[in-house]
């Protein structure tokens, strides 16, 4: 099925929810019983093939014919055996009991009580900023389901006790009432067929083929029809959040979990792994988050993350609402919220042991990664010295090698001279107007909209970031007066300059992999940054990068990054490198692609000009 095929389908089915939930609901249970129908309906076809072949072999009338019918029948025996028994891996985590945190056992039990719900059978504790629960059906397809919830250690850390509260009432809210059966058992079912999915992928019999044709056509009609019914289960388990704890709780949970989750990706882990310049040993992080979260974010940073949370629209990649839409479902208005003064993790027995043991975890995990880190930043700072005894001798590139590279071991550093001395030698250097324009004050608007329409008017390259940071200062009443023309103007530019990132984009993903590449254009420094990056991704074991040659714009940089992910499954390989699409510090927009069935490990080794980063042991 194709994008826009799955986009119809995801509309009908919003659609039908609306008209008639009833009925809406009555077609999806239908049509997830139909995957139960094929594997139930293989079942009963191989054993009747076994059994007749066994009556006619009994009556000795056995030949060549009935021999490979027999065959063919024990193939499909054993795949269809093997959907009916798919095993589920453990949670993440270390499982939590009763004497570890009573508190949250009590709290979980009155949260259970209020909404008539069933058990939680198990509960573990990781090291993630989320919270989550999941249903696996205890025998393969079939059988009751095993309840597990997990908490996130920086989550305790970061929210007071009712907003952990209201978070824990959302997620338990999932297994609640009738509607809850149906939404579990929908959510059972789909992750059943996505986990015998990947099995089969890996088998290359004749009946795995048939299998996987099966679930070609069916997954995604499956995962269309039931995409409204998921967006809806998240609304309405916001809504039980609400009525346990308070709309007012649970909405400044909301927007709390999404200001301090951008915190803790973009100041917490930066500022941690910053420590790799003097400290060659790995220290635990979430002890210093511990102390770090005692003091809330930065107020102009709080601002700037919730306007960024509520510029995001709901798509069909994730089933979760943005921010925008919860609140306004919970007649909520999105505004920074009073911080949660005393944290949660007082919910542990002894939190203490639990910092200790996944700050033992973390630093045994990335040993091997920190030492590359600390080499790497170490080469960073020998750039810096050689770049500054220079001085006054430094071209225009390499001043603003030194203000970037400054600004990377420090975010913090007063480095706006040296932009300006590069503009002074290259009025028109777009690498100096971006980095001045990023150190101007976010209140001085007038000097950031004339060095953005400097880089607009120079820099074709430059031309949606200049417009995009130009729309946001317009759009923040933070930064000055409301300027409708001066809006409208940028608007527009930001418009004609995502149509251009379009058209690059979708030259990079509809052409072939390997064609229009040639070795890759990375310097010394932005190799370093990559395998920085790459480092501190623990799925990630080798990587591969070339350049791709765009026709259309020729001048920009655009890249291809292949992954090698093993031990995760395709879906989990899917978000990841959409995640790393965003994330990974290169000088232009990449497409990353996982070694897998398309392409495979071996064309990338053959065509990718070897792999430019290896995890060491």
């Known amino acids: 099925m194709d994008r826009a095929d799955f986009v119809h389908l995801v509309r009908l089915s919003e659609h039908a929810s609306a008209d008639d939930s009833a009925r809406y609901r009555r077609g999806v249970a239908a049509f997830a019983a139909l995957g139960y129908l094929w594997v139930l309906a293989c079942l ?26 027999l065959l ?32 949250l056992f009590e709290a979980l039990e009155r949260i259970r009580k209020k909404i008539k ?14 919270a989550s629960i999941r249903q696996v059906p205890r025998f393969g397809l079939f059988g009751g389901a095993v309840n597990s919830l997990s908490i996130g250690l920086p989550l305790l850390m970061m929210l007071d006790r009712r907003r952990l509260l209201s978070v824990l009432a959302h997620e338990y809210g999932h297994l609640r009432g009738n509607h809850g059966k149906l939404s579990a058992w929908i959510y059972r079912t789909r992750l059943s067929w996505l986990k015998l999915d990947a099995s089969l992928q890996r088998d290359e019999g004749v009946m795995a083929l048939v299998s996987q044709a099966f679930f070609r056509w069916y997954f995604p009609r499956f995962a269309a029809r039931t995409f409204a019914l998921a967006r809806q289960d998240e609304y309405e ?7 346990l ?19 803790y990706a973009d100041e917490f882990w930066a500022s941690h792994w910053a420590r790799a310049e003097r400290e060659p040993q790995p220290p635990g992080p979430f002890e210093a988050l511990r102390k770090r ?22 798509d069909l990649e994730d089933t979760h609402p943005v921010l925008r839409d919860r609140l306004e479902a919970l007649g909520q208005k999105a ?25 033992n975890q973390w630093r045994r995990a990335h040993a091997g990664d920190w030492k590359q880190h600390h080499a790497h930043r170490s080469r960073i700072r020998e750039r810096v010295d050689l770049l500054a005894a220079r001085g006054e001798r430094n071209t225009p590139d390499e001043l603003v090698e030194w203000a970037d590279s400054e600004r990377r071991l420090d975010p913090s550093a007063l480095v706006r001279a040296r932009y300006e001395r590069a503009l002074q030698l290259a009025p028109e250097h777009s690498g100096a107007l971006r980095g001045l324009a990023q150190m101007l004050p976010l209140r ?91 480092a501190r991704c623990l799925p990630i074991s080798r990587a591969w990068l070339v350049r791709k040659n765009l026709r259309e714009f020729p001048w920009r940089r655009a890249y291809v990054v292949f992954v090698e992910l093993p031990g995760l499954d395709d879906d989990d390989r899917w978000q990841l490198c959409r995640q790393l699409e965003q994330t990974l510090s290169l000088p232009g927009v990449a497409l990353v692609l996982w070694a897998g069935h398309s392409p495979t490990l071996a064309e990338i080794e053959r065509q990718a000009f070897g792999a430019i980063w290896t995890r060491t042991a």
Do not use: C
């Open 44 to 69: 009963a076809l191989s054993v009747g093939i076994i059994a007749w072949v066994a009556l006619a072999a009994g009556r000795g009338r056995f030949s060549f014919t009935r021999g490979w019918l």
């Open 72 to 103: 063919f029948a024990l193939g499909l025996l054993w795949a269809t055996l093997r959907a009916l028994w798919v095993r589920f891996d453990e949670p993440e985590g270390r499982e939590l009991s009763r004497a570890d945190a009573p508190a």
């Open 117 to 130: 719900g069933p058990p939680v059978h198990r509960v573990y504790l990781d090291d993630e900023f989320n």
């Open 237 to 243: 388990a916001d809504r039980i959040s609400g009525r």
């Open 245 to 263: 704890l308070g709309t007012p709780v649970a909405a400044a949970a909301l927007t709390e979990i999404a200001i301090k989750a951008s915190w």
């Open 293 to 314: 979260a005692a003091t809330p974010p930065d107020a102009e940073f709080a601002r700037q993350a919730l306007r960024e949370a509520m510029r995001r629209v709901s």
């Open 335 to 359: 505004v920074v919220p009073p911080w949660s003064a005393e944290p949660a993790l007082g919910m542990l027995a002894d939190s203490a042991k639990w910092i200790a043991h996944f700050d």
């Open 444 to 534: 001085d608007r007038t000097a950031r909209l004339a060095v953005l329409e400097r880089l607009y008017g120079s820099s074709a390259a430059g031309r949606w970031w200049a417009a995009k940071s130009a729309v946001a200062a317009l759009e923040d009443p933070d930064a000055g007066a409301h300027d409708e023309e001066a809006l409208k103007l940028w608007r527009g530019r930001l418009k004609e300059a995502e149509e251009a990132e379009a058209r690059a984009w979708e030259e990079i993903t509809e052409t072939p992999f390997f064609s229009q590449i040639a070795r890759h254009d990375l310097s010394d420094h932005e190799l370093g940054e990559l395998r920085a990056d790459l």
